[in-house]
């Protein structure tokens, strides 16, 4: 099946601003990478819009939504759920205009995850206790000490182009859920499902100020001006180590709270005692899903010495069988994002050449005879022969593409994988319990999958160590970075 009439060709994208569908004076093209073609007009945010929608945001803290209980609240965010639930075929479609993902990635992954935010956190911030302690006095007479979650208040989220939905609605749905209003900024690369979003909270009966969206570009645009406004109460980021960098200085003026989801270097530590089929593919998965842009992919793989052969070779072949092209085709991977990161990509293919790589597999652009030569496909790579200090394994390129280096004792596999600028996740492959728990306890990282990759549990801790982030996201600590918790000590 081949799909080109997206169903979001000559449509206007607009903002969302106080329960209203909002165009802008100017707009800028949103490009479909599978073909170059011009998918849809965005309507872009200018800063009095942003100001406007941070406003309406604070007036919607004491409206409706302020007043609604904790009950109330979780059903109507269940409603959203429902609301993609019921449009998953416009936004798998959407997603797929936006990023060339893989139909089966975008319904399996990305559109179900989005809804099942909504659900979770909902569920969780039903459930949520506060901590209470009996304090007893010198006195003889005691206290008690009880703690209540408010809102934050409004919260500013950036989110990336990688996997759009589900990790927008990531933010969306607990800061919801503990009783914020929103201001979101989607990439300028995927404005779609974000839009289908505000449609879907506009139809939920969501009031007007609780979720806005402003479409626009980062540095000196829309979503500078939102994380400068200084009525905002956060600021909730995932993206590039150097944004958050760069979100952090503007932060920084009005001391606002910050989480920050980060870029990442991930390595796989592949024993010899492993279930090979299962580490091939298991690493299979974790280096070219998605293309290879997902913050968790694997771009370093550390194999015992006695397989390093065996693995790169079947690997390669693996990766040589995945089929590339129309994400409406079936294809195993689309492009890259843009033809903008397709450069940034073939740059680092070129410099692992330079820096003495041997390319076991790609390392260039697939033909195609056809209208996808327009597009920003990539050849899946494989290389290896690189120094621990090449920038090809120093640095996180976010493409289809990984190294691989053999080891010879679990010393040094543990010393290669944390010595990185990044800590986001690591993959081991081991038969061997102990060595899987011993070498789990000691990775730098924030998540640590043993003989998995990218398995979630929505209530355990995610983020990144180092440059991968700062704090963690996902069950407690999301409910606890959306609300501050005030202290009531009542002497009895
Ligand atoms: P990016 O940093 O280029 O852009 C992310 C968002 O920030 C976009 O909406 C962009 O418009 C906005 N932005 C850019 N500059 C800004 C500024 N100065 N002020 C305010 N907003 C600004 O990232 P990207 O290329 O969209 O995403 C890929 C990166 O995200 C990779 O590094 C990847 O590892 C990382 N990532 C991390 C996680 C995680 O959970 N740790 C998840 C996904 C992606």
Known sequence: MTNTAYPFAQRDILNYVDGAFVAGDVHFDNVNPVTGAVAARVSQADQALVDRAVAAGRRALK???????????????????????????????????????SLHQARTIDIPRGAANFRAFAAMAEARAMPSFRTDLPDGRSAINYAVARPLGVVAII???????????????????????????????????????????????????????????GAASTGEWLTANPDIDAITFTGESATGGAIMRVAAAGVKPVSFELGGKNAALVFADCDFDEAIAGTVRSVFSNCGQVCLCTERIYVERPIFERFVKALAE??????????????????????????????????????????????GVPSFDSALDQGAFVQPTILTGLGHDAR??????????????????????????????????????????????????????????????????????FGGMKLSGIGREGGEASLSFYSEPTNICVKL
């Open 318 to 363: 693996r990766a040589e069988a995945l089929t590339i092209g129309d994400p409406w085709s079936g294809a195993d991977m689309g492009p890259l994002i843009s033809r903008g990161h397709r450069d940034k990509v073939l740059g680092y293919y070129d410099l692992a050449r330079e820096e003495g790589a041997t390319v076991v597999t790609g390392g």
């Open 392 to 461: 090809c394994v120093r640095e996180e390129i976010f493409g289809p593409v990984c190294h691989i280096a053999p080891f010879d004792t679990e010393a040094e596999a543990i010393e290669l994988a944390n010595d990185s600028d990044y800590g986001l996740a690591a993959a081991i492959w081991t038969r061997d319990v102990g060595r899987a728990h011993r070498v789990a306890g000691q990775m730098e990282t924030g998540i640590v999958w043993v003989n998995e990759w990218f398995l979630r549990d929505l209530r355990t801790p």
């Open 159 to 217: 989110s990336p182009w990688n996997l759009p939905l589900l990790l927008m609605t990531w933010k969306v749905a607990p800061a919801l859920a503990c009783g914020n209003v929103v201001v979101v900024k989607p990439s300028e690369e995927t404005p779609s499902t974000a839009t289908l979003l505000a449609e879907v909270m506009d139809a939920a009966g969501v009031p007007p100020g609780v979720f806005n969206l402003v479409h626009g570009f």
């Open 63 to 101: 409206g409706p939504w302020g007043k609604m209980s904790q009950a109330e609240r979780c059903k109507l965010l269940v409603r959203v759920a429902e609301g993609i639930e019921a449009r998953f075929d416009d936004f798998a479609a959407a997603e797929i205009a936006d990023t060339g993902k």
